[in-house]
Nanobody, 114 residues
Framework: VQFVESGGGLVQPGGSLRLSCAAS????????MRWYRQSPGKERELVAT????????NYADSVKGRFTISRDNAKNTVYLQMNSLKPEDTAVYYC????????WGQGTQVTISS
């Protein structure tokens, strides 16, 4: 099982980023997926979830209305579109499948700063 996150970077407040996570080692289309984030000194926070076919999504209150999770099962990839970014969104972002709790990728750093 492997997760490879990409798409992070440094953007100004109000900007946008699209994160991608390529998953392998399991039948991607059979599982829901999640995005988490972790800031220095804070616990890892669940940001968004999506069901296996993409028909249902859920978001943390802190990102609702600004972030959109989606997936492409043909590409074994889950995405996180992040708009109206705020400095408090600064974190390392990870995708995850809770069916494989011990497996995490390296994450992708998102920094929101002027």
């Amino acid at each position: 099982v492997q997760f490879v996150e990409s798409g992070g970077g440094l953007v100004q407040p109000g900007g946008s980023l699209r994160l991608s996570c390529a998953a392998s080692g399991f039948t991607f289309s059979n599982y829901g997926m999640r995005w988490y984030r972790q800031s220095p000194g804070k616990e890892r926070e669940l940001v968004a979830t999506i069901t296996s076919a993409g028909g249902s999504t859920n978001y943390a209150d802190s990102v609702k209305g600004r972030f959109t999770i989606s997936r492409d099962n043909a590409k074994n990839t889950v995405y996180l579109q992040m708009n109206s970014l705020k400095p408090e969104d600064t974190a390392v972002y990870y995708c995850h499948n809770r069916a494989f709790p011990g497996y995490w990728g390296q994450g992708t750093q998102v920094t929101i700063s002027s």
